[in-house]
């Protein structure tokens, strides 16, 4: 389950829990900034920032914050050069990362103000900005304490759990909401008012509804494929107008399958695709992709691929052009599908795309983490 909809149900439960953001890292770490992981008082854990000495560390003091209620801003240093810590484990990342620990079920005005937070992004299916603050400096008791939280939109502006007495860094707090949502770049960020000397040290996200991962095609690889997205926690959507192809015995539970004509099918999601999204073509004929094709021309979309040989693609995609598609838009087109791993079977060719689509959406170098390592040090 995304783990946003699980923080949702736990703030809406009433249950006592932490929630571990990641708001800082330097060198190199197991996760970046605005990954979450949520500790219940009896250790129980969902989702990740990274397993290991820092997950470890992080673990204990949420496990304590969830029932003491004690807000914690915890730092992580890996870089210990292969030297053993107090539990004879190994922290050789080499990097250092910064949580905030936020305990939750006895301070009500906060667990509503996140719940609003989660609801306009999980129900209107939008993507809302988070902002909350990360202390308060010693020269300047009156800003906002640590765990404090504001939320910015489009439509509704800047909102916060009380009024900033400052005007001025009120307005630099709706600057930085209106940048998170141009940019999706978490982040920790100080602002101030030069005027009267004050600042407020924040981390900013851009909290965004589960990535849609649409499937045309409900064959051999598109089994293996959804269900590799599944796990990797996007909303899989399988559709295929073979009744017989489009059943959801055939793939794992969470994804939901459709049997509609796929030109049908994809023109009424258009509109709910953006740049967080993938298509993958994968139907049983060429004629059906370019259906396809056709009904997504011009859509804005993260990752769009279609699976087939050089030649019957290339054919595809300039009738495309021909046909007045933009041809920037046709470039994008991802084809044939997915990384040259050497793999034949379904189950093969769904980890080649994969992990194309992964790359893409993350903007990946597609090359070997360790020519990677060696190009860094040299």
Same mark, same amino acid.
């Given at each position: 389950?995304?783990?946003?909809?699980?923080?949702?149900?736990?703030?809406?439960?009433?249950?006592?829990?932490?929630?571990?953001?990641?708001?800082?890292?330097?060198?190199?770490?197991?996760?970046?900034?605005?990954?979450?992981?949520?500790?219940?008082?009896?250790?129980?854990?969902?989702?990740?920032?990274?397993?290991?000495?820092?997950?470890?560390?992080?673990?204990?003091?949420?496990? +304590?914050?969830?029932?003491? !209620?004690?807000?914690? @801003?915890? #730092?992580?240093? %890996?870089?210990?050069?292969? *030297?053993?810590?107090? &539990?004879?484990?190994?922290?050789?990342?080499?990097?250092?990362?910064?949580?905030?620990?936020?305990?939750?079920?006895?301070?009500?005005?906060?667990?509503?103000?996140?719940?609003?937070?989660?609801?306009?992004?999980?129900?209107?299916?939008?993507?809302?900005?988070?902002?909350?603050?990360?202390?308060?400096?010693?020269?300047?008791?009156?800003?906002?304490?640590?765990?404090?939280?504001?939320?910015?939109?489009?439509?509704?502006?800047?909102?916060?759990?009380?009024?900033?007495?400052?005007?001025?860094?009120?307005?630099?707090?709706?600057?930085?909401?209106?940048?998170?949502? +141009?940019?999706?770049?978490? !982040?920790?960020?100080? @602002?101030? #008012?030069?005027? %009267?000397?004050?600042?407020? *040290?924040?981390?900013? &996200?851009?909290?965004?509804?589960?990535?849609?991962?649409?499937?045309?095609?409900?064959?051999?690889?598109?089994?293996?494929?959804?269900?590799?997205?599944?796990?990797?926690?996007?909303?899989?959507?399988?559709?295929?107008?073979?009744?017989?192809?489009?059943?959801?015995?055939?793939?794992?539970?969470?994804?939901?399958?459709?049997?509609?004509?796929?030109?049908?099918?994809?023109?009424?999601?258009?509109?709910?695709?953006?740049?967080?999204?993938?298509?993958?073509?994968?139907?049983?004929?060429?004629?059906?992709?370019?259906?396809?094709?056709?009904?997504?021309?011009?859509?804005?979309?993260?990752?769009? !691929?279609?699976?087939?040989?050089?030649?019957?693609?290339?054919?595809?995609?300039?009738?495309?052009?021909?046909?007045?598609?933009?041809?920037?838009?046709?470039?994008?087109?991802?084809?044939?599908?997915?990384?040259?791993?050497?793999?034949?079977?379904?189950?093969?060719?769904?980890?080649?795309?994969?992990?194309?689509?992964?790359?893409?959406?993350?903007?990946?170098?597609?090359?070997?983490?360790?020519?990677?390592?060696?190009?860094?040090?040299?």
């Amino acid at each position: 389950m995304d783990v946003h909809q699980k923080l949702y149900d736990c703030l809406h439960s009433g249950a006592k829990f932490s929630l571990v953001t990641v708001v800082l890292t330097c060198g190199s770490t197991p996760r970046n900034a605005g990954t979450k992981m949520l500790v219940s008082p009896d250790g129980d854990i969902i989702g990740t920032i990274g397993g290991g000495c820092p997950e470890a560390e992080a673990w204990k003091e949420a496990k +304590e914050a969830a029932v003491s !209620g004690h807000h914690i @801003l915890l #730092d992580v240093d %890996l870089n210990h050069n292969l *030297e053993k810590n107090s &539990e004879e484990e190994l922290m050789i990342c080499g990097g250092r990362l910064r949580a905030l620990v936020e305990p939750f079920g006895s301070d009500p005005e906060k667990t509503l103000f996140l719940e609003h937070i989660l609801e306009l992004m999980l129900n209107e299916h939008k993507p809302v900005v988070n902002i909350v603050s990360l202390g308060q400096p010693a020269d300047q008791p009156q800003t906002p304490p640590l765990g404090y939280h504001w939320l910015y939109t489009e439509s509704t502006g800047l909102e916060g759990q009380a009024e900033l007495p400052n005007f001025q860094l009120k307005d630099e707090l709706a600057k930085l909401g209106r940048k998170l949502l +141009e940019n999706r770049l978490p !982040g920790w960020y100080t @602002l101030s #008012d030069a005027e %009267l000397g004050q600042r407020i *040290e924040v981390f900013a &996200e851009v909290i965004t509804p589960t990535p849609h991962f649409i499937i045309a095609g409900a064959g051999h690889v598109s089994k293996p494929l959804a269900t590799l997205a599944n796990m990797c926690g996007f909303a899989v959507t399988v559709d295929d107008d073979r009744p017989k192809y489009a059943d959801p015995k055939f793939f794992a539970q969470g994804v939901s399958v459709r049997n509609q004509p796929f030109s049908e099918f994809l023109t009424s999601i258009k509109n709910d695709l953006d740049k967080t999204s993938a298509v993958v073509l994968v139907t049983r004929g060429h004629k059906h992709d370019e259906e396809c094709l056709q009904a997504l021309k011009g859509s804005n979309l993260g990752y769009i !691929g279609m699976i087939g040989s050089r030649r019957r693609t290339s054919l595809i995609l300039q009738r495309l052009i021909d046909d007045g598609a933009d041809p920037q838009w046709v470039k994008n087109v991802h084809s044939p599908i997915g990384l040259d791993i050497g793999g034949e079977a379904p189950e093969e060719i769904a980890v080649a795309v994969m992990a194309e689509v992964i790359g893409t959406l993350r903007g990946g170098t597609f090359l070997p983490l360790y020519i990677q390592r060696r190009t860094n040090n040299n």
